[in-house]
């Protein structure tokens, strides 16, 4: 922190603000100075700083000076006179919208500025919102949902007509998602209805801040990139960070590491407070179990994840806030819910068990440590199995030299698009044209073909479907005047319930009750959470489970609850549940593959590992930084073939899809494969390195990017994976609506399945708008279909085989993972036959 | 075709002593009389969603209309019994395209064709040739759109729709969830047959009582064929596997 109170000439603060920064001893930074100049200046800015570097304040401060400035408010007759809106906050939580309210209230009352500030989100009162229409406050803090909200009802030209300033928090966090894509076209609505209006983001360090500087301001299409101001705030002191070392075995896969259970204890008990990230869900009920399994010290330690109920979630927090006190913690075992939030003061060391998976993901989550910038946060690296000690090795490396991997900004998705256009139809009629110019100043759509803009506002006014039967029931209409119009105030009505672009999976309530008796109560029982229901659908009464860091026995099912029991004592049979579970990032990717390529670089790596890459180079060889090796070899009554493509489990998972069809057709007769973040193995009852070495099939004809053509198109046909896609598609672009709360009893036999509609939709219409915004998500999400297609094409021509007569010490990991992931898609229909034959002949004996 | 052949990848079942083919396509084929039945085909779903703002695609119909064209073509059926909510809403016979309407009428010619009303078209006015009635009694079999309660003498012999039965199984890796007929012996609920009608799980409380647990047999529609699966196998309706042997508790 800089302390030289007349460095600066031209006196950069009015008095009122420098004399509150003197009685402070401080001085306005460098980057919060370059900030009020861009306000000044009325431009837009993107601030690039760690956390601690007083972020909030330097957003918001060019606002307070203007708005302090501003002349006293004239009264009108009626009383009060209106004003709009001058500064707008967006925050991607609603918890950190209250928080930072909290901080940006005290300097105001500090120096007596009348400049009223308020919050809205989910969660406050409607007539405090039907107020804040009439009479709005100065500054505004919320959410990006109710900006599109604000944004679609009659009163948004009052409110946001003389915006001043908009602010983005963790803009980062918010671009890359569609949530981002919202946000992108509502801004460019704000600028619309106030055409100086400048936006300012906070971001994190992310590996491309031009392209999030190019978001915030209007772009040309056709023309060069336009970008605002960039400030960067100097980095702190670099991290600490630390990669476990255990005596123990280093295990050869699983993602428990519970080896290292004792030496986290440890960690702990060092540590004032301590964050443990882990990457699923899953993973933390069992991390925490096992902690406390192990926790001789008494240390006092919670659990937090997304899926617990709302209240115990907020519990932890508070108890968070009290850091390492009376009422505090010593560690909380947290997922990715924590990675954004309020700041917590005590929380001096991160660990995180298992690999991070990024490199910016782990400086994200570095970060939650120990907010000085005069000191350096500390983590503890702790790798659950062998390969993921090497990408811990690869994310420390990368966090030193302070390497970005954040993903880069895609193009706007299409059924966003279309709860934007319906919502600016129930703003205001609207002329296409002049909608098609204000999407296209957004970042995210400024390639967006007219045709295409023309289909989305098709397929929101009569579905968009060939057979154009739906014209009487038209949600919006092109009237005499050249303007869409809402047909109808249901219309409206339809799209306030489903603006936003989160989609929950269907949940159900997990309900404790007590059925020592062996019969379930009518009521009553502890609510504990929440979980996805396809989970509870895999489940037989009397299976158990982890959850809320207990053992539970499924009961039943009823409506929207699933009723459990404690089990204390039994064995979880279940071993896991959906999480999220985040790929590998392709930096990462490469920096292991480099260390693996590299055995000078062993230096660094513990003794066993580096015995077992010792070990591969001696009986097959190490994959080369640039090729694919494909080892295959024998084993049992089975021929394995692994290939190591390092791409993220989601493409292996995809790739092993393709695959397995593609060897199907060359009669290799493929009996299955399992997919893990560094690599895909497939067995098969052929001897598939004769085979290859036959040249049928040659290995670059295998893996020829040929196979995202038919071959997928062939297994999306089938895949459970699009249809969970396509779902949210259709709920946010509105084809379907969201069910609300007390809405789940009204049958699901009657509410329109998404699957039903998407086998009907295919069959008839496969290039329709949705099912093309579909496969554009499916590219990204649950199959990265891209990130194999770039791999494919980078291979090309570089593939290696290597037959060997047994296992490598490489395969020995992936080869432990069969039979414990579940394998998603399309054997369904066999093994249903299989069942079916196999319980009738049991049934019938 | 003899009473005793089953047609391709049907199931077997029998309701009060009636030999009844479940068919892939959700359709039961009574071979004795010639009888094809049918279940919930909630035509014009999609323009009924579509009045209400859902623009659900308005292909459903047509691709309903597809299923039964190919089991009326394959089977020659003397008589079709649709077993009521054949349309989504009581308006839906007026919204039938030209098209449609034809197609249903080239189907009853030459045979005889009869609605069953629903809860949903109970109040339909248009013409859409057929006979209509309530319920429907047949030899030994009963045809009515809701089940009887479980333990009247109505049930006996009867067949209903309604419920949308489904059921999902345990697999080697996860679980599968189908259409299905659930029989168990006495009566038999179908299938919905409509493209875009959902199914309602077996274990969930509209079915409780209503089939006898031990006997009950769920016929699930796989892609080319009908598989047949015990009670037990069926998840959330199964005995329970902790020792003790009872059933799950009904409500």
């Known amino acids: ?845 | 075709m003899t009473s005793e052949t089953i047609p391709l990848g049907g199931s077997r079942f029998e309701v009060n002593g009636e030999v009844l083919v479940g068919l892939p396509s959700g359709a039961a084929w009574w071979p004795a009389t010639r009888t094809l039945i049918v279940a919930d085909m909630h035509f014009e779903k999609g323009s009924s969603f579509a009045r209400r703002g859902s623009l659900l695609p308005p292909f459903d119909t047509s691709a309903t209309l597809s299923r039964l064209e190919a089991d009326v073509a394959a089977l020659a059926p003397a008589r079709v019994i649709s077993l009521g909510d054949a349309f989504h809403d009581p308006f839906g016979p007026e919204r039938l395209e030209p098209g449609a309407r034809a197609r249903l009428a080239a189907l009853q010619s030459g045979r005889e064709w009869l609605w069953i009303d629903g809860n949903h078209d109970a109040a339909t006015v248009a013409e859409i040739g057929g006979e209509r009635a309530s319920e429907a009694a047949i030899g030994a079999l009963v045809f009515r759109h809701e089940p009887a309660p479980g333990d009247t003498l109505a049930a006996i012999g009867e067949l209903a729709g309604h419920l949308h039965p489904a059921a999902r199984v345990r697999v080697a890796s996860g679980s599968v969830r189908r259409h299905c007929f659930a029989t168990d012996g006495r009566r038999a609920i179908l299938p919905a047959y409509g493209s875009l009608a959902g199914g309602l799980d077996l274990a969930a409380p509209a079915f409780a009582g209503l089939f006898a647990a031990e006997r009950l047999v769920a016929h699930l529609l796989g892609d080319a064929r009908v598989h047949a699966m015990p009670a037990r196998a069926i998840v959330g309706f199964g005995i329970s596997r902790d020792g003790t042997g009872r059933r799950r508790a009904s409500r």
């Open chain 1, 1 to 845: 922190m800089t302390t030289s109170p007349n460095a600066s000439p031209p006196p950069i603060l009015p008095d009122r603000f420098a004399t509150w920064f003197a009685a402070r001893g401080w001085s306005p930074r460098p980057h919060q100075a370059a900030l009020l100049a861009a306000g000044r200046e009325g431009r837009s800015v993107l601030l690039v700083a760690p956390t601690g570097a007083g972020k909030t304040l330097a957003g918001f401060l060019p606002s307070l000076v203007d708005l302090a400035a501003r002349p006293l408010m004239v009264a009108s007759g009626r009383g009060v006179a209106r004003r709009g809106i001058h500064t707008l906050y967006v925050s991607p939580l609603k918890a950190l919208a209250v928080d930072v309210a909290r901080n940006v209230e005290r300097p105001i009352a500090e120096m007596g500025l009348e400049i009223s500030l308020e919050t809205r989100t989910g969660d406050t009162p409607a007539h405090k919102r039907q107020r804040q229409k009439i009479a709005p406050p100065d500054i505004l803090m919320t959410t990006p949902e109710q900006v599109a909200l604000l944004l679609g009802s009659r009163e948004a030209p009052d409110l946001f007509g003389s915006l001043d300033t908009v602010i983005f928090d963790e803009l980062h966090a918010l671009v890359t998602s569609k949530r981002g894509d919202l946000l992108a076209l509502d801004l460019a609505r704000l600028r619309r209805l106030s055409p100086s209006l400048r936006a300012v983001g906070l971001s994190a360090t992310v590996a491309d801040p031009h392209e999030l500087a190019a978001w915030l301001v209007t772009q040309t299409p056709g023309a060069a990139r336009a970008e605002a101001d960039l400030v960067t705030a100097p980095a702190g002191v670099p991290a600490i960070v630390e990669i476990l070392e255990p005596e123990a075995r280093i295990p050869w896969s699983g993602h428990l590491a519970r080896h290292a259970i004792p030496a986290v204890l440890e960690a702990i008990a060092r540590a004032r407070t301590s964050i443990v990230f882990v990457n699923t869900r899953a993973q933390a009920e069992l991390v925490f179990q096992d902690l406390w399994a192990a926790n001789d010290q008494g240390l006092r330690i919670a659990l937090h994840h997304g899926s617990l109920d709302v209240a115990q979630r907020r519990k932890v927090e508070a108890a968070m806030a009290a850091g390492g006190g009376p009422a505090g913690l010593d560690a909380v075992v947290a997922t990715s819910t924590l990675d954004l939030g309020i700041d917590w003061g005590d929380v001096d060391l991160v660990i995180h068990v298992g690999a991070p998976k990024g490199a910016s993901r782990l400086a994200q989550r570095i970060g939650r440590s120990n907010h000085r910038l005069d000191e350096p946060s500390r983590a503890l690296l702790v790798p659950a199995n062998r390969f993921e000690v090497l990408e811990c090795l690869a994310a420390r490396e990368a966090n030193a030299e302070g390497t970005q991997d954040t993903p880069p900004i895609r193009a706007g998705a299409l059924d966003v698009l279309a709860q934007h256009v319906l919502g600016c139809a129930v703003a205001a009629p609207f002329a296409a044209d002049e909608l098609f110019a204000e999407v296209t100043s957004a970042l995210p759509y400024r390639a967006l073909a007219r045709e295409t803009f023309d289909r989305v506002v098709d397929f929101v006014a009569t579905g968009g479907y060939a057979l154009r039967v739906y014209e009487r029931w038209a949600k919006i209409r092109l009237t005499k005047d050249g303007l869409w119009r809402v047909s109808n105030p249901q219309i409206a009505q339809q799209w306030r319930l489903n603006v936003g672009t989160i989609v929950e999976m269907p949940m159900v309530k997990v309900r404790l009750i007590s059925d020592a008796k062996g019969r379930i109560p009518r009521w009553g029982g502890k609510l504990l959470g929440e979980m996805e229901a396809y989970f509870f659908e895999t489940l037989t009464s009397g299976d158990t489970f982890l959850f809320g860091g207990e053992v539970l026995r499924f009961v039943a099912l009823r409506e929207t609850e699933a009723l459990v029991a404690r089990a204390p004592g039994r064995d979880p049979r279940i071993p896991s549940y959906w999480g999220g579970k985040f790929p590998l990032s392709t930096h990462l990717a490469e920096r292991v593959r480099g260390l693996l390529a590299d055995p000078d670089h062993w230096r660094v790596l513990p003794a066993q590992v580096r015995e077992w890459l010792e070990l591969q180079r001696a009986h097959s060889r190490l994959p080369g930084r640039t090729e694919l090796m494909v080892e295959t070899f024998p084993r049992g009554d089975r021929h394995y073939m692994v290939v190591y493509a390092f791409e993220g489990r989601l493409a292996h998972q995809t790739l092993g899809m393709l695959l397995t069809r593609r060897m199907e057709r060359a009669g290799l007769r493929p009996l299955g494969f399992v997919a893990n973040d560094y690599c895909l193995g497939v067995w098969a009852a052929t001897d598939l390195g004769a085979a290859l070495a036959r040249r049928r099939p040659a290995l670059d004809a295998l893996f020829d990017e040929d196979m995202l053509g038919d071959d997928l198109e062939a297994w999306l046909d089938e895949s459970a994976l699009l249809k969970r896609t396509f779902r949210n598609c259709a709920i946010i672009a509105g084809l379907i609506e969201r069910r609300h709360p007390g809405q789940e009893k009204s049958g699901r036999q009657m509410t329109a399945s998404t699957d039903l509609v998407f086998d009907v939709l295919r069959s008839h219409e496969p290039d329709h708008i949705l099912l093309q915004a579909t496969r554009a998500d499916a590219a990204h999400g649950l199959l990265d279909v891209r990130r194999l297609a770039d791999m494919l094409a980078r291979v090309k021509g570089r593939i290696r085989h290597v037959a060997l007569d047994r296992i490598s010490p490489l395969a020995v990991p992936i080869l432990t993972e069969i039979g414990r992931e579940p394998v998603p898609g399309t054997a369904g229909e066999e093994m249903l036959a299989e069942a079916a034959e196999a319980l009738m002949a049991e049934a019938t004996a």
